[in-house]
């Protein structure tokens, strides 16, 4: 997996391509907890994903907890096949995704 991040006043776009899963996911739980301190907004590319576990879809709730009390959060570039695991783990309701 690899992870790009570009901070800009207040916003943060990161770029997940690979696999998000049980060895990668603290990968990517480390960067957003480094960097989320004055990130307003949060933007998260999903459009390099091949794949996400049940460890990504963890991160991915611990730092929409967080942007709740700081700013929003957003997905973009979800492919059907990550939408679907959204959608079935009930994700989909609580996830803004773009």
């Known amino acids: 997996m690899t992870i790009d991040k570009e901070l800009n006043e207040g916003r943060m776009i990161v770029k997940v391509a690979g696999r998000l899963d049980t060895t990668t996911a603290p990968d990517l739980e480390k960067e957003l907890k480094e960097n989320l301190q004055d990130v ?3 933007s998260i590319d999903f459009s390099g994903l091949e794949y996400i576990s049940s460890a990504g879809l963890r991160v991915l709730l611990s730092a929409q907890k967080t942007m709740n009390k700081q700013g ?9 096949t990550i939408m679907e695991i959204f959608e079935v783990t009930g994700f989909s309701d609580i996830l803004t995704i773009r």
């Not at 929003?72 to 059907?80: D, H, I, K």
């Open 40 to 42: 307003k907004e949060l």
């Open 72 to 80: 929003s959060m957003e997905l973009t570039g979800v492919n059907e």
